[in-house]
């Protein structure tokens, strides 16, 4: 059979245990601030580890004017680059612009040439009064269409011989002219634009450069026989 007093110290012992100090191991409560090892915490006083000293100050940046010298010197290059390329695409502009046309000038030209000799049986009719009625209104529509193309006639009577525009089919003398001189043309030239298709076929006559012969010695030679005739008889 138990003792009373037992069982009342043993419930004053367990008391005593509930009632330890705050912060001990196992009682389920925070430390208090500044508690003892294991807390981590620092405990008042302590100036701290390397950890808790100031961080350095970041280096400043580098400034403006020192990286001023590479960058101009690639603006410059990107520059040049881009007026290289500019001048060369302008070039090409150029060059592709000045090709066309040549090309287109060539393709007109060919079919030009081609009309031609359409062209001088319509001069040839119209010369001889057979250019009537509907062939007529043909052929005032074609002249029309290949001027509108830029064809032109030149050669004209009268005019000085050019053998750069002219080509001299015959060959005469005249009185009348005083340098060659196309008297008769005989199939008109035809250009386009600056460009000769045809030179104009013409007769040429250039002045006349005889001369008479003159009979000014034959009556100096009877003066002079007749003085020496004179001498003669006063020697005698």
């Known amino acids: 059979m138990s003792k009373p007093g037992g069982a009342a110290s043993g419930a004053a012992s367990g008391g005593t245990e509930a009632a ?24 008042a006083g302590d100036p701290g580890g390397p950890a808790d000293q100031p961080e350095p100050a970041p280096e400043a940046p580098a400034s ?4 001023e010298p590479e960058l101009a010197t690639r603006l410059a290059e990107r520059t040049a680059d881009l007026q290289r ?14 090709d066309r046309l040549a090309v287109r000038e060539q393709a007109l030209a060919n079919v030009l040439s081609a009309l031609l000799p359409v062209l001088d049986d319509i001069g ?28 032109s006639t030149f050669g004209t009577e009268g005019e000085p011989f050019d053998p750069t525009v002219h ?25 386009v634009g600056e460009r000769i298709l045809r030179p104009a076929r013409v007769a040429v006559a250039e002045p006349d450069d005889s001369v008479a012969p003159s009979d000014s010695g034959d009556e100096a030679r009877p003066a002079g026989g007749a003085g020496s005739q004179e001498n003669r008889e006063d020697d005698d």
């Open 20 to 43: 330890a100090a705050p912060g001990s191991p196992g009682t389920g409560q925070r430390p208090a601030p500044g508690g003892g090892p294991g807390s981590g915490q620092r405990p």
């Open 64 to 67: 403006p004017a020192d990286g």
């Open 85 to 98: 390329v500019t001048a060369e695409y302008a070039n090409y502009r150029k060059r592709v612009d000045r």
């Open 124 to 151: 040839r009719a119209r010369e001889h009064g057979e250019l009537v009625g509907g062939f007529k209104s043909v052929a005032e529509s074609l002249e029309s269409a290949v001027t509108k193309l830029g064809l």
């Open 167 to 191: 080509e001299a089919l015959t060959h005469s003398y005249s009185a009348d002219v005083a340098e060659p001189t196309c008297v008769h043309i005989l199939q008109p030239g035809y250009m």
